[in-house]
Each structure stands twice: as structure tokens, then as C-alpha cells.
């Protein structure tokens, strides 16, 4: 345990014991000052633990570390602070577990026994100061910049105002350095902040800018707002890693908080090694550089688990106040609800819906309520966007975490089994999933230059809901027995499916489509539907138009670059040729 | 297995299932191991499940049958379970407690370890990049098993899942590396035991395995600790000893009995199907300790078997349990009926790590596009099979006629092995051809042109 994690006792918190060890529920003996959701180091090998609950002279602590061997009698100590992290420049391209402790201090195996083995790297930063000594300045306002890879700034902390009495000169410094000093008070890089308390703001704005994630499912069809919220449902098998993984490294954010929240080790370790293996297109960088990793796979203690959404999101809140537009991934927010689950069973709380709190819903909403496109209280324009998976059990989208969330989101991307088997990526199903930033975001495509979006994201999902109902008639009566326009409709639909709303995440060139490709790539299938329609008018036979080889239409998702577009209208015009000798 | 005990206490409060409440305790931590000796002599062990004041929750491994309030002496060992871990374990045979099994003395071993394990640092995993071959031409085409993965068989009742387990583990290999299997048997009746210890006689014999198995009619909560020693073990061989090791745990569903009874006799508060909700936590515990560790030879590679009750796959054990791992083996009813061993449902399996640990100077360079060719090819002949019931084989096209075919080709030339051959993966994989190569080129579009020059005549073109 490093020294940042359990702080130094504040004065007057007494020292406690132990009363009772049930699994991660502990309960102490309680002193008077003792305050809810205080954190206590319980036992000579002082496991962090929290204050949930006190009654009478006891407290109930959940402990977030494994607390084999502890006994009542041992010791506890009352710690005066809750539970907090320290924010710093280095978060960036680090990996840390759910109580923010760097991942990398640890040896091979995470026992509760073995202490972090040496203290954290604490490297310097360029640091260039942006006011003068005498300046008066308020709570978030810029005291210089950082130069890490994404550009960083130190504020003002909340709370703090006054006279900048001293500001370190430009130079490299320590993260814990001082490096300035407002209103009589010390400010260094590093500040502390307790997780379950969102970071202020000045207020929240219209979330209306969208977030080209660079899956054209997505962005095509169930759009979201920077600072919008986003729930991803879908059973074992579905991809939701996947895609949550490919949105990680694809999306245009400054700032990626992916929270691996009681998932796969193996999969975690396969992301952090493509993290750190990619290049960001956007800053020349590794992909790693603008990412923050919160590992806590699904043998970790569980209780880290509960805890490593909130810091998260807190992790999210430091960047956002800096003006930065942050990404907050967290997979799989069902295993968080398991967490609380599993701590109200052994608080004996009265269940609700399958053994889950009675709190759930509202634990939910305050999570997703942490997602908002803001103004700083510097004044500058930062948002946090939330992106949960769901794992609803049985894939029974009834369930109570699934049901509860839909609720709460601005956006649904629905996985969807069959698509997923028939290796379809992304499984998003355009039936079942929703985006209500959809007309907020059309409004900020046609002030972008591009008027025709909403037009064409209509006319993509007419055409998808058209062919999925001909296909159920097809499987009755076979394709043969429909009128010509209706098997253009199903071949429409194929078209789409497999040209546009595909993608193949596993190719350099597909992995992810900027704006203007996913437009171009629509478009150039939108026309060769129309050519097609009109050809079947004039009196071509729908035989010959489904004989046309389509191929080249096809594959100009993986021929064209993620930002070109002239390979996609190379093939159009190639099939509209190939269309033009059939009539 | 346990140190001295310092302290035996006699106040036995309350029996309830396996549950054994003592009183007037002082100084027992939670999840330490305890010894229970019983009036008549007999000595059984447990672990604490809550310790309350002066109270502790016991539960007892080998149940509280017998038991009574008077004559219990209960010890506590001062800390969790911990077992000797070392290669003493490979040809030993051990009952679900660790004891041995087969007439020989008690393993020792130079350390120790603590059964519950600790987790694997996720940024030293290594991901998971090299195959385990296991002589089963479904698998090791279709479902290749990789190193440090964790891939489960989803069975029902009816099918020869325990004997494809067994073939796994008496065939797998790593390519000439160091290996061992681990064989944790849960809740197998003493015909199963009999088999499973013939089949896998010699590899015991060649030193390459371990074998824990609780029977049927052993005490159940013993299961809980069956698959923890099994993984511990494995453990050891592989990241301190430079193993591959393959740690096969049958029948998981039994396990999770175990838990909901346990779970039950607590009171705790029910999820799904009663099983407590802690059960996806609970199994990855066990799942989770496979892998690999950056900078250290060996691999855990585990195979856990569970049969679906009722075939429900929704079930909640077959569906925490797909949460976890890295894919599935799905067996059905149907390919058995059809009279094909492995009885492997080729769609519905899938190995998620397969595409890192299959191609070139790993399997074969061919391996991964014609594994994906196979599994497209035979969707198609799925879906022409229900087409040609719909609308009559006289409606099909010449090339979903071909695709009818196809299923019937890939039963009897691919699938279909002997229980105790060993299938080269050469073999296997040229089965796999010669099964793809009744269809037509103009039908193999996701085989490299290359590729289909060097196994087929090019003259075989047919318009579509």
C-alpha cells in the first residue's frame, strides 16, 4: 500500500477493532466522529475499507481487498477522509486497479499481503505558467499548462480563490511539487479528490456536438452527443468488448477512461498491448498516451469492483474541467450492480428485483447523471461521455440492470445475437436500439456542411426495417415470388448490410470510417439502389439487376483508407456501369 | 494438511446443513481452515464462513452428518488453506479433499500455497498466442484451444462430453514443451471414475498427470475446494515449474450445486434459479486463473465441462459461465443423433482467442481462412437444409444443392474420430479440405486464390 492510498490518520480519529469478518463486510467498533463513507484501514496489514453503514456504536465497512485472516479483535483504524484519488498528469497511458493504484507498481500476483513494491513513478512535466504573481484568480481557472501528449492544464482547485501569492517559473517539475500558491494555499499537479463527489462545475450545456466514434453503425444510424449517455446490452458472444474496445481506440475524444469493470484478464491485457501499440491518427502518438485504463477483472476483489466506476468517472471530471472532451467506457456496468448486489445480500438490505437493492435504479441514474457537456467554472467547454455495457443474464433484456438502464440513456446500441453469429460487426441492432440525440446531432451535421444527414440516415433505416420485413416473407414463399421493386428492397437491404453498415474491425483500412467516408460509402450504395429501382421500372428483370457483380461496391469499405473517399465513388460509378449494360 | 492446532473449542452452538456455528472463539480470522474432530474420532475440515464477536460460521467440508453439539471439538489452523504444491502431485490420484487416492502416501511438497490463489496482475498477463493441440480434429481446427485460455465444453445429459474430455486430456500436447494435465472430477459416479482413471492410466504413469475426483456419493460441499486445489496445483507446475499446463474441471454444474447449497443453508437471498448472486464472482475465481505471466514459461490453460440442464443454455451456470471464458464447445443432440463422436455443434462453437494462436509457424499458414471458409460454408448448408424443408429440394439452386451435401460430408470425412485416435493436425486440416473442395471454386471466396491453386485443380470452375 503506498502512501497515498491510506492516508495519515487526521487528527482525532481514534484507533478501533474489529467486531465481525464476513467476506468484504467488516464491522468495527465505531468511535463518535466516525462519518459515513469515511475510509478505515482495517488490520495490521491496513486493507482500505469504507464506512456504509452505522448503527449504535458499530460501523459496517465494505473492505476492498481480500480479507482472509482477518479476525475480530484485530485493530482498525477510523481514517477522518473518504475515499479518494489523486489526480495527476500521469494518469495518462497508465493502468491502475479500482481504488486508482498504479497497476505497475505490483508484482505478477495481486495478494492483499504483498505491499505495492516500490513507490510510483513520479515523473516531471513541462510546465508553463499562464498567470503572473499578484493576478487574483477564482476556482477553475487556468494557473499554466502541462505539456503531456494531450495538452494539459492546472487549475485553480475547486474551492480555492484569491491572489496568486507564488507561480513556479516554466521548467520541469514533479508531480508533486508545488508549483504555485493561491490565496495562502499550496497547489501542486497532483490534487486529491474524493471519488463519489462530482467535481463542479459552472453548469451544463446542450450536449449537441456529436462524437464520431468511427463505427458507422453508429454514427450512421444511433448517434451520440458529446456528453450524451450510451448503454451497450448484449448476451456472451455479442461483441460488446469489441466494440467497446474498437471505440476506445477509434473515437474522436481527447481523453479515453476505459474502466474494465469485472471482465476478462486475458482481455484486458490484449487491450492494454494494442493501446499501446497503435498510432493515434489524430496526434501521431501512441494510442495509449490519451488513455486511462482502470483494470479490475473479474477475480479482483470485488468491492474495488463497486468503487471503480466512481473513479472512473472522477478520472473523467479531472480532464473535462480542463476544457478536454473525455470518453468514459466502462464494461460491464452489470458486474458493478453484481458488486452491490452482493454487499447488500450481506448487509441483509430487503431485496428488490432478483435479489438487487432496492437502490439500483437510482445508483444507476447517479452514474450515468456523472456524463454532461459542461462549462468549466474556468469557463472553458469539456464533456464527459458515458458508455456502459450491459451483460443482461440469458441475454433477458427484462432483467433489472438492463431494464433500469434503458431508462436513464440517451442512446441504446442493442447487440444483436443473430447478427453477431453471422459475424456481422458491429451487432447493433437497427431495430432495437435508439438514439434520442439523433435530431440535436442532425441540426450539428447540417451546420457542419453536411445538410443531408438526417435525410440519409432516414432513408438508411426505411430501407434496413423494408428488408427485414421482406426477408420473413422470403422465408416463406422464396425470393422468386416477389414483385421486381421488393426484390430490389431485399437486395437494397443486402447492400447496405454489407457495404455500409458492416465493418471489419480486424482491417487497418475498415477499423474505423471518419464522417465524410461513412458518407461517401452511404451515398455510393444509396445511388446504386436508385439505379437499380429505376431499372427494374423501365422493365429490366430483377434476375439480370441481382446477376450485376456488385463485388467492387462491396469491398470499397476495406479499398478506400478510413479517410478517403475517392475509391468509393471509383466503385459506384464501376457498378453503375455494370448496371447500365444490363438495361 | 493442517499445521498444530493451538486452541480446540467444544461450543458447538447450531448445526444446520453443512454449517457448524461454534461459540466463545477468539482470534479466528475469516476463511481460515479448520479441523473438526468428531466424538467417534473421525477428524473433518472446514472454512470459516463469517466470524462474528465470539461466534464463527463453519462450513464442513465433508458435511455435519454424525455431528453433534456436545461431543465437536473444532481447531482453528490460523490461516487460510494452504496445500504443498510441487511435481510430487503429477501421477498422483487424490480423492476431492487432496488425499491421495491410490494406496500411496500423503504429496508433500517443498512449498506451499494458498488454495484461493491470487488474482494475475493484468499488466503482466501475457495475451494468449500459442495453440494447445489436442488430437480432436473439431477442435483443433474449428475451436483451437490457446494457450492461457479458458474455453468450456457446454454439454447435456446423454452425451459423451466426459469421454471428449478425457481425450482431450489424455492427448493434448504443446508442441514438444513441457506438459501436464490436471483432472479436477466433480460429482462422478464411480462408473465415470473407473473410466476416467483407465483412460488416463498411462499419461498418470508418464508422470504428466494429476488426478483429484469427487464421486458422486462424496460429500458435496467438498467440491468447493476440489477445483481450488486442482488450479493451485497447476499453478505451481506452470509458473514456477515452466509447464503447459491443461486443467480439465468436470462437471462445473455439479460445483455450482455445491455453492447453492451452501448459499442456501446461510440464507442468503436467492438470484437466478436460487443460485447466489455471487455466482459469475464465484466462478471466475476459478475461470480467471488461467494465463499466461509476461517473462515466465509455463501457461494455465483450463477446460472447464458443464452439462445444461434441460439443454438450456440460458441456464444460469452455462450462462455466467460463457460471461467468463473465451468462447465455447457447444455439444448437441442432434450431430449425436446423427451418429457422429466428437458430437460438436461446429455454429454454435467458437474459440475467441483462435485467430492470435492459429497460422503461420503456429498451426499451418492455411488453417485460419480455411477454418472460416468451413464454418461459412456449413451456415450456408444450414440454412439451405431449412430452405429445401420449406420449399422442397426441387426449388434449390445446383449450388445449394452442392451445400446440402456439405453437412453430411463434413459428419462423416471431418468430424467423426475414434475415442482414443489421436488426429495429426495435418490430417485434420487436409479432412478439412477435402470436405470444402466438394463444393465448386466460385463458392470458396474466402480461400486465397493461392491457396485453392495449391489444394485444388483450377479447372474446376462452375458459373454460379
Given at each position: 500500500m503506498s502512501a497515498t492510498d491510506v492516508p495519515a490518520p487526521a487528527p482525532g480519529a481514534g484507533r478501533s477493532r474489529i467486531l465481525r469478518v464476513c467476506g468484504p463486510l467488516v464491522e468495527v467498533a465505531c468511535p463518535a466522529d466516525v462519518a459515513m463513507h469515511d475510509l478505515v484501514a482495517l488490520g495490521t496489514g491496513r486493507l482500505p475499507g469504507e464506512v456504509v453503514a452505522i448503527d449504535g456504536d458499530t460501523a459496517t465497512v465494505q473492505a476492498y481487498e481480500y480479507t482472509g485472516g482477518l479476525a475480530p479483535g484485530h485493530p482498525a483504524e477510523p481514517l477522518g477522509t473518504p475515499l479518494s484519488v489523486r489526480l495527476s498528469p500521469e494518469l495518462l497511458g497508465g493502468v491502475f486497479d479500482g481504488l486508482l493504484r498504479p497497476l505497475a507498481d505490483s508484482g505478477d500476483l495481486l495478494a492483499s499481503d504483498a505491499p505495492a513494491a516500490g513507490a510510483s513513478r513520479r515523473p516531471s512535466w513541462p510546465f508553463t505558467p499562464r498567470v503572473t504573481r499578484g493576478t487574483g484568480v477564482a476556482a477553475g481557472e487556468v494557473l499554466g499548462e502541462i505539456g503531456a501528449r494531450v495538452p494539459l492544464r492546472l487549475l485553480v482547485p475547486p474551492g480555492l480563490a484569491g491572489e496568486v501569492g507564488w507561480i513556479a517559473p516554466a521548467g520541469e517539475h514533479p508531480s508533486d511539487a508545488v508549483v504555485a500558491e493561491v490565496g495562502g494555499q499550496e497547489v501542486r499537479m497532483a490534487q486529491p479528490w474524493p471519488v463519489r463527489r462530482p467535481r463542479p462545475v459552472a453548469r451544463r450545456v446542450p450536449a449537441d456536438l456529436p462524437l464520431n466514434t468511427g463505427q458507422r453503425a453508429v454514427d450512421l444510424l444511433f448517434p451520440v452527443a458529446r456528453g450524451s449517455t450510451v448503454a451497450v446490452p448484449g448476451g456472451f458472444g455479442t461483441g460488446k468488448t469489441m466494440l467497446l474496445q474498437q471505440i476506445a481506440k477509434w473515437c474522436d475524444a481527447d481523453v479515453i477512461v476505459y474502466v474494465g469493470c469485472g471482465e476478462r484478464g486475458n482481455e484486458m491485457a490484449d487491450v492494454i498491448e494494442e493501446l499501446g501499440a497503435l498510432t493515434d491518427p489524430r496526434t501521431g502518438g501512441r494510442l495509449a498516451e490519451r488513455t486511462v485504463t482502470i483494470a479490475n477483472t473479474s477475480n479482483m476483489p470485488m468491492m474495488a469492483r463497486e468503487a471503480s466506476v466512481h473513479t472512473g468517472a472522477t478520472v473523467a471530471e479531472y480532464f473535462r474541467d480542463m476544457g478536454l472532451h473525455v470518453v468514459l467506457i466502462a464494461d460491464s456496468t452489470s458486474r458493478w450492480a453484481e458488486a452491490l448486489r452482493e454487499f447488500a445480500s450481506r448487509m441483509g438490505e430487503l431485496p428488490a428485483e432478483e435479489g438487487y437493492p432496492a437502490g439500483l435504479a437510482s445508483q444507476l441514474a447517479a452514474f450515468y447523471e456523472r456524463a454532461a457537456a459542461v462549462r468549466t467554472l474556468g469557463g472553458a467547454d469539456g464533456s464527459v461521455t458515458v458508455i456502459g455495457a450491459v451483460s443482461p443474464p440469458g441475454g433477458d433484456r427484462t432483467e433489472p440492470v438492463t431494464a433500469h438502464t434503458e431508462r436513464f440513456v440517451r442512446c441504446l446500441w442493442s447487440l444483436d445475437r443473430d447478427l453477431a453469429y453471422a459475424r456481422h460487426y458491429p451487432a447493433v441492432s437497427w431495430s432495437e436500439s435508439f438514439s434520442r440525440d439523433a435530431p440535436a446531432l442532425a441540426a450539428a451535421h447540417a451546420r457542419g456542411g453536411d445538410p443531408r444527414w438526417a435525410e440519409r440516415r432516414g432513408r438508411v433505416a426505411r430501407q434496413l426495417a423494408q428488408a427485414d420485413r421482406l426477408a420473413d416473407l422470403v422465408e416463406l414463399v422464396?425470393?422468386?415470388?416477389?414483385p421486381p421493386r421488393e426484390r430490389v428492397d431485399v437486395l437494397a437491404g443486402r447492400l447496405l448490410r454489407e457495404a455500409a453498415v458492416q465493418q471489419n474491425a480486424l482491417s487497418p483500412a475498415d477499423a474505423y470510417s471518419t464522417p465524410e467516408k461513412t458518407a461517401a460509402l452511404v451515398d455510393a450504395v444509396l445511388t446504386v439502389i436508385d439505379r437499380c429501382l429505376e431499372l427494374v421500372e423501365a422493365g429490366t428483370t430483377a434476375d439480370a439487376v441481382e446477376a450485376v457483380d456488385f463485388t467492387p461496391l462491396l469491398r470499397a469499405r476495406e479499398t478506400a483508407a478510413p479517410a478517403e473517399t475517392a475509391p468509393v465513388t471509383a466503385a459506384r460509378d464501376l457498378v453503375l456501369a455494370r448496371l447500365k449494360e444490363t438495361a | 494438511m493442517t499445521g498444530p492446532a493451538p486452541i480446540e473449542y467444544t461450543g458447538v452452538r447450531e448445526l444446520r446443513g453443512p454449517l457448524v456455528v461454534v461459540e466463545g472463539v477468539s482470534g479466528v480470522g475469516w476463511d481460515e481452515f479448520a479441523t473438526i474432530v468428531l466424538d467417534s474420532g473421525e477428524r473433518r475440515h472446514g472454512l470459516v464462513l463469517d466470524v462474528d464477536r465470539d461466534l464463527a460460521v463453519v462450513q464442513v467440508l465433508e458435511d455435519t452428518a454424525g455431528m453433534n453439539r456436545t461431543g465437536t471439538r473444532v481447531a482453528f489452523s490460523g490461516s487460510p488453506l494452504r496445500i504443498p504444491v510441487g511435481t510430487g502431485w503429477l501421477g498422483r490420484v487424490c480423492n476431492g479433499r487432496g488425499e491421495a487416492a491410490d494406496g500411496g502416501p500423503p504429496v508433500l511438497g517443498v512449498s506451499s500455497a494458498a488454495v484461493g490463489g491470487a488474482p494475475i496482475n493484468p499488466v503482466r498477463r501475457e495475451p494468449p498466442n500459442e495453440p494447445v493441440l489436442t488430437g480432436v480434429g473439431a477442435v483443433d481446427v474449428l475451436t483451437t484451444l490457446v494457450r492461457g485460455q479458458k474455453l468450456p465444453v457446454f454439454s447435456a445429459a446423454g452425451l459423451p462430453h466426459l469421454e471428449l474430455a478425457v481425450q482431450i486430456a489424455d492427448q493434448a500436447t504443446c508442441g514438444g514443451e513441457p506438459f501436464a494435465v490436471v483432472f479436477a472430477g466433480m460429482g462422478l459416479t464411480h462408473a465415470d471414475t473407473a473410466f476416467v482413471r483407465d483412460a488416463l492410466a498411462a499419461r498418470s504413469a508418464a508422470r504428466e498427470l494429476v488426478l483429484f475426483v469427487n464421486t458422486a456419493d462424496d460429500p458435496v460441499i467438498e467440491r468447493m475446494l476440489t477445483p481450488r486445489l486442482a488450479l493451485t496445483v497447476a499453478e505451481h507446475l506452470a509458473f514456477a515449474e515452466g509447464r503447459h499446463v491443461l486443467v480439465v474441471m468436470t462437471d462445473m454444474t455439479a460445483y455450482a450445486e455445491a455453492l447453492r447449497e451452501v448459499s442456501a443453508a446461510r440464507g442468503e437471498i436467492p438470484a437466478r434459479r436460487a443460485y447466489p448472486g455471487y455466482l459469475y464472482s464465484d466462478l471466475a475465481s476459478l475461470y480467471e486463473r488461467c494465463g499466461r505471466i509476461r517473462g515466465r514459461p509455463g501457461s494455465v490453460t483450463v477446460l472447464p465441462v458443464l452439462t445444461m440442464p434441460g439443454g438450456d443454455i440460458t441456464h444460469p451456470v452455462p450462462d455466467l459461465t460463457g460471461y467468463i471464458t473465451e468462447g465455447q464447445i457447444v455439444l448437441s443432440a442432434d450431430v449425436q443423433a446423427a451418429g457422429a463422436y466428437p458430437p460438436v455443434d461446429p455454429l454454435a462453437s467458437l474459440s475467441r482467442l483462435m485467430r492470435k494462436g492459429t497460422g503461420p509457424g503456429l498451426t499451418r499458414g492455411d488453417h485460419p481462412a480455411l477454418a472460416a471458409q468451413l464454418i461459412a460454408a456449413l451456415a450456408r448448408s444450414r440454412q439451405v437444409a431449412e430452405l429445401a424443408d420449406l420449399v422442397g429440394r426441387s426449388a434449390l439452386s445446383p449450388a445449394d444443392l452442392r451445400h446440402l451435401e456439405l453437412e453430411d460430408a463434413f459428419r462423416s470425412r471431418f468430424l467423426t474420430q475414434g475415442r482414443d485416435e489421436n488426429r495429426s493436425l495435418d490430417d485434420s486440416l487436409d479432412r478439412a479440405w477435402e470436405v470444402l473442395l466438394t463444393l465448386p471454386r466460385g463458392q470458396l471466396g474466402m480461400l486465397p486464390a493461392e491457396l485453392l491453386d495449391a489444394h485444388a485443380p483450377p479447372a474446376d470452375e462452375e458459373p454460379r
Amino acid at each position: 500500500m503506498s502512501a497515498t492510498d491510506v492516508p495519515a490518520p487526521a487528527p482525532g480519529a481514534g484507533r478501533s477493532r474489529i467486531l465481525r469478518v464476513c467476506g468484504p463486510l467488516v464491522e468495527v467498533a465505531c468511535p463518535a466522529d466516525v462519518a459515513m463513507h469515511d475510509l478505515v484501514a482495517l488490520g495490521t496489514g491496513r486493507l482500505p475499507g469504507e464506512v456504509v453503514a452505522i448503527d449504535g456504536d458499530t460501523a459496517t465497512v465494505q473492505a476492498y481487498e481480500y480479507t482472509g485472516g482477518l479476525a475480530p479483535g484485530h485493530p482498525a483504524e477510523p481514517l477522518g477522509t473518504p475515499l479518494s484519488v489523486r489526480l495527476s498528469p500521469e494518469l495518462l497511458g497508465g493502468v491502475f486497479d479500482g481504488l486508482l493504484r498504479p497497476l505497475a507498481d505490483s508484482g505478477d500476483l495481486l495478494a492483499s499481503d504483498a505491499p505495492a513494491a516500490g513507490a510510483s513513478r513520479r515523473p516531471s512535466w513541462p510546465f508553463t505558467p499562464r498567470v503572473t504573481r499578484g493576478t487574483g484568480v477564482a476556482a477553475g481557472e487556468v494557473l499554466g499548462e502541462i505539456g503531456a501528449r494531450v495538452p494539459l492544464r492546472l487549475l485553480v482547485p475547486p474551492g480555492l480563490a484569491g491572489e496568486v501569492g507564488w507561480i513556479a517559473p516554466a521548467g520541469e517539475h514533479p508531480s508533486d511539487a508545488v508549483v504555485a500558491e493561491v490565496g495562502g494555499q499550496e497547489v501542486r499537479m497532483a490534487q486529491p479528490w474524493p471519488v463519489r463527489r462530482p467535481r463542479p462545475v459552472a453548469r451544463r450545456v446542450p450536449a449537441d456536438l456529436p462524437l464520431n466514434t468511427g463505427q458507422r453503425a453508429v454514427d450512421l444510424l444511433f448517434p451520440v452527443a458529446r456528453g450524451s449517455t450510451v448503454a451497450v446490452p448484449g448476451g456472451f458472444g455479442t461483441g460488446k468488448t469489441m466494440l467497446l474496445q474498437q471505440i476506445a481506440k477509434w473515437c474522436d475524444a481527447d481523453v479515453i477512461v476505459y474502466v474494465g469493470c469485472g471482465e476478462r484478464g486475458n482481455e484486458m491485457a490484449d487491450v492494454i498491448e494494442e493501446l499501446g501499440a497503435l498510432t493515434d491518427p489524430r496526434t501521431g502518438g501512441r494510442l495509449a498516451e490519451r488513455t486511462v485504463t482502470i483494470a479490475n477483472t473479474s477475480n479482483m476483489p470485488m468491492m474495488a469492483r463497486e468503487a471503480s466506476v466512481h473513479t472512473g468517472a472522477t478520472v473523467a471530471e479531472y480532464f473535462r474541467d480542463m476544457g478536454l472532451h473525455v470518453v468514459l467506457i466502462a464494461d460491464s456496468t452489470s458486474r458493478w450492480a453484481e458488486a452491490l448486489r452482493e454487499f447488500a445480500s450481506r448487509m441483509g438490505e430487503l431485496p428488490a428485483e432478483e435479489g438487487y437493492p432496492a437502490g439500483l435504479a437510482s445508483q444507476l441514474a447517479a452514474f450515468y447523471e456523472r456524463a454532461a457537456a459542461v462549462r468549466t467554472l474556468g469557463g472553458a467547454d469539456g464533456s464527459v461521455t458515458v458508455i456502459g455495457a450491459v451483460s443482461p443474464p440469458g441475454g433477458d433484456r427484462t432483467e433489472p440492470v438492463t431494464a433500469h438502464t434503458e431508462r436513464f440513456v440517451r442512446c441504446l446500441w442493442s447487440l444483436d445475437r443473430d447478427l453477431a453469429y453471422a459475424r456481422h460487426y458491429p451487432a447493433v441492432s437497427w431495430s432495437e436500439s435508439f438514439s434520442r440525440d439523433a435530431p440535436a446531432l442532425a441540426a450539428a451535421h447540417a451546420r457542419g456542411g453536411d445538410p443531408r444527414w438526417a435525410e440519409r440516415r432516414g432513408r438508411v433505416a426505411r430501407q434496413l426495417a423494408q428488408a427485414d420485413r421482406l426477408a420473413d416473407l422470403v422465408e416463406l414463399v422464396g425470393i422468386t415470388a416477389l414483385p421486381p421493386r421488393e426484390r430490389v428492397d431485399v437486395l437494397a437491404g443486402r447492400l447496405l448490410r454489407e457495404a455500409a453498415v458492416q465493418q471489419n474491425a480486424l482491417s487497418p483500412a475498415d477499423a474505423y470510417s471518419t464522417p465524410e467516408k461513412t458518407a461517401a460509402l452511404v451515398d455510393a450504395v444509396l445511388t446504386v439502389i436508385d439505379r437499380c429501382l429505376e431499372l427494374v421500372e423501365a422493365g429490366t428483370t430483377a434476375d439480370a439487376v441481382e446477376a450485376v457483380d456488385f463485388t467492387p461496391l462491396l469491398r470499397a469499405r476495406e479499398t478506400a483508407a478510413p479517410a478517403e473517399t475517392a475509391p468509393v465513388t471509383a466503385a459506384r460509378d464501376l457498378v453503375l456501369a455494370r448496371l447500365k449494360e444490363t438495361a | 494438511m493442517t499445521g498444530p492446532a493451538p486452541i480446540e473449542y467444544t461450543g458447538v452452538r447450531e448445526l444446520r446443513g453443512p454449517l457448524v456455528v461454534v461459540e466463545g472463539v477468539s482470534g479466528v480470522g475469516w476463511d481460515e481452515f479448520a479441523t473438526i474432530v468428531l466424538d467417534s474420532g473421525e477428524r473433518r475440515h472446514g472454512l470459516v464462513l463469517d466470524v462474528d464477536r465470539d461466534l464463527a460460521v463453519v462450513q464442513v467440508l465433508e458435511d455435519t452428518a454424525g455431528m453433534n453439539r456436545t461431543g465437536t471439538r473444532v481447531a482453528f489452523s490460523g490461516s487460510p488453506l494452504r496445500i504443498p504444491v510441487g511435481t510430487g502431485w503429477l501421477g498422483r490420484v487424490c480423492n476431492g479433499r487432496g488425499e491421495a487416492a491410490d494406496g500411496g502416501p500423503p504429496v508433500l511438497g517443498v512449498s506451499s500455497a494458498a488454495v484461493g490463489g491470487a488474482p494475475i496482475n493484468p499488466v503482466r498477463r501475457e495475451p494468449p498466442n500459442e495453440p494447445v493441440l489436442t488430437g480432436v480434429g473439431a477442435v483443433d481446427v474449428l475451436t483451437t484451444l490457446v494457450r492461457g485460455q479458458k474455453l468450456p465444453v457446454f454439454s447435456a445429459a446423454g452425451l459423451p462430453h466426459l469421454e471428449l474430455a478425457v481425450q482431450i486430456a489424455d492427448q493434448a500436447t504443446c508442441g514438444g514443451e513441457p506438459f501436464a494435465v490436471v483432472f479436477a472430477g466433480m460429482g462422478l459416479t464411480h462408473a465415470d471414475t473407473a473410466f476416467v482413471r483407465d483412460a488416463l492410466a498411462a499419461r498418470s504413469a508418464a508422470r504428466e498427470l494429476v488426478l483429484f475426483v469427487n464421486t458422486a456419493d462424496d460429500p458435496v460441499i467438498e467440491r468447493m475446494l476440489t477445483p481450488r486445489l486442482a488450479l493451485t496445483v497447476a499453478e505451481h507446475l506452470a509458473f514456477a515449474e515452466g509447464r503447459h499446463v491443461l486443467v480439465v474441471m468436470t462437471d462445473m454444474t455439479a460445483y455450482a450445486e455445491a455453492l447453492r447449497e451452501v448459499s442456501a443453508a446461510r440464507g442468503e437471498i436467492p438470484a437466478r434459479r436460487a443460485y447466489p448472486g455471487y455466482l459469475y464472482s464465484d466462478l471466475a475465481s476459478l475461470y480467471e486463473r488461467c494465463g499466461r505471466i509476461r517473462g515466465r514459461p509455463g501457461s494455465v490453460t483450463v477446460l472447464p465441462v458443464l452439462t445444461m440442464p434441460g439443454g438450456d443454455i440460458t441456464h444460469p451456470v452455462p450462462d455466467l459461465t460463457g460471461y467468463i471464458t473465451e468462447g465455447q464447445i457447444v455439444l448437441s443432440a442432434d450431430v449425436q443423433a446423427a451418429g457422429a463422436y466428437p458430437p460438436v455443434d461446429p455454429l454454435a462453437s467458437l474459440s475467441r482467442l483462435m485467430r492470435k494462436g492459429t497460422g503461420p509457424g503456429l498451426t499451418r499458414g492455411d488453417h485460419p481462412a480455411l477454418a472460416a471458409q468451413l464454418i461459412a460454408a456449413l451456415a450456408r448448408s444450414r440454412q439451405v437444409a431449412e430452405l429445401a424443408d420449406l420449399v422442397g429440394r426441387s426449388a434449390l439452386s445446383p449450388a445449394d444443392l452442392r451445400h446440402l451435401e456439405l453437412e453430411d460430408a463434413f459428419r462423416s470425412r471431418f468430424l467423426t474420430q475414434g475415442r482414443d485416435e489421436n488426429r495429426s493436425l495435418d490430417d485434420s486440416l487436409d479432412r478439412a479440405w477435402e470436405v470444402l473442395l466438394t463444393l465448386p471454386r466460385g463458392q470458396l471466396g474466402m480461400l486465397p486464390a493461392e491457396l485453392l491453386d495449391a489444394h485444388a485443380p483450377p479447372a474446376d470452375e462452375e458459373p454460379r
